[in-house]
């Protein structure tokens, strides 16, 4: 039987691939929640509602750069959910009354999932899911910015 050093250095290498390994292969199986607590879940046409019902409306993108570079919905802001925090959502929400529409690749993606719960933390009060995201934007043909 082949032995492991004993080193924090080999530990820690083969738990982080175990943990890479476990987190990666149920990221495929995952569905989003039908509602987020704290939030109003909406669809596009809802999402194109609420931007013309009020001006100070805040699109917040919570997909990581790389899904942006694919395109975006037109006015929306990058803040990738690894980067939410109490911290960084005051520049882009200035008042915790401040309408903000959350969205990532869709409902197999739990980016805006975690951004929401963030933001119910950090009493955000007037909080929008937009559920399909992307995936659903695009089906529509709605305009998307690159």
Excluded: H
Excluded at 95 to 119: E, L
Aim: hydrophobic letters at 35%; glycine letters at 4%; aromatic letters at 10%.
């Amino acid at each position: 039987m082949t032995r492991l050093p004993s080193t924090p250095t080999a530990q820690t290498i083969l738990l982080l691939c175990l943990l890479f390994t476990f987190n990666t292969s149920f990221s495929e199986d995952y569905t989003s929640p039908d509602n987020i607590e704290g939030s109003t879940k909406i669809d596009a046409e809802t999402l194109i509602k609420l931007a013309q019902d009020y001006d100070d409306l805040v699109i917040i993108d919570s997909r990581i750069k790389s899904d942006r570079r694919q395109g975006f919905i037109a006015g929306s802001v990058s803040l990738p959910d690894t980067d939410t925090n109490c911290i960084t959502l005051p520049p882009l929400i200035d008042n915790k009354a401040t309408p903000a529409v959350f969205y990532c690749n869709g409902p197999k993606c739990r980016r805006s999932d975690r951004a929401i719960a963030t933001a119910t933390t950090c009493g955000y009060k007037n909080l929008y899911w937009f559920r399909g995201g992307f995936e659903e934007w695009k089906e529509k043909s709605y305009l998307i910015s690159k």
